[in-house]
């Protein structure tokens, strides 16, 4: 696990150590000491936490004047034993959503488990972006994942599978990935963004 890093292409675009409105700001990393771990296993230096042992994110770009964040995951997202959903909730996107976020898109290709706890955060979440034509969209989440969300009703809080999950979006610049989720969710939804 230690040679996955956060996807970096997008650094000439955006960098959350960089940008004051970010729940990172003024984080410094290292490049050789890789000190966090997932289990036993040590990750690469580059991924913040969320104060969860088990699941860390990068923020890879955002934009708020379209008021959108591209989140990046890593780990094991434990909702039963640590409560990740309220950890990301208050860490990171309770910051972003101050800054006027309202649609998120999360990618989990190396999200390798998720176990439920509660869904009051999401359900929170939730009713806090939809006000605003906002979404929450997951991106290449694996398919026992997003199953395992599905059999208690999670995905009613987001926006996945089909296209979303097929999706090579290293392909595609930060604003482009955007326009093609958001054109996939307004068909979803029924709504244009």
């Not at 906002?134 to 398919?143: D, K, M, P």
């Not at 290293?170 to 093609?180: C, D, G, K, Q």
């Amino acid at each position: 696990m230690h040679t996955l890093e956060p996807y970096y292409a997008w650094r000439n675009h955006y960098i959350a150590s960089e940008d004051p409105k970010s729940p990172f700001f003024d984080r410094e990393y290292s490049e050789f000491e890789y000190s966090t771990k997932v289990y036993n296993y040590f990750i690469h230096p580059q991924w913040d936490t969320i104060q969860s042992p088990t699941l860390f994110c990068k923020i890879l770009f955002v934009d708020y004047e379209e008021r959108f964040a591209i989140l990046e995951f890593i780990g094991e997202w434990n909702d039963c034993l640590y409560n990740d959903i309220m950890q990301l909730k208050r860490e990171v996107i309770d910051v972003l959503q101050a800054e006027g976020i309202h649609r998120f898109i999360l990618i989990g290709e190396n999200v390798l488990n998720f176990h439920f706890g509660d869904d009051c955060y999401y359900d929170e979440w939730f009713d806090e972006i939809t006000d605003d034509d906002g979404w929450i969209a997951l991106l290449n989440f694996r398919e026992h994942v997003i199953a395992d969300m599905q059999t208690i009703d999670l995905d009613s809080y987001f926006v996945l599978g089909g296209e979303l999950n097929e999706l090579s979006w290293r392909t595609l610049s930060p604003a482009h990935l955007y326009e093609r989720i958001d054109d996939c969710v307004s068909q979803r939804l029924g709504f244009i963004g």
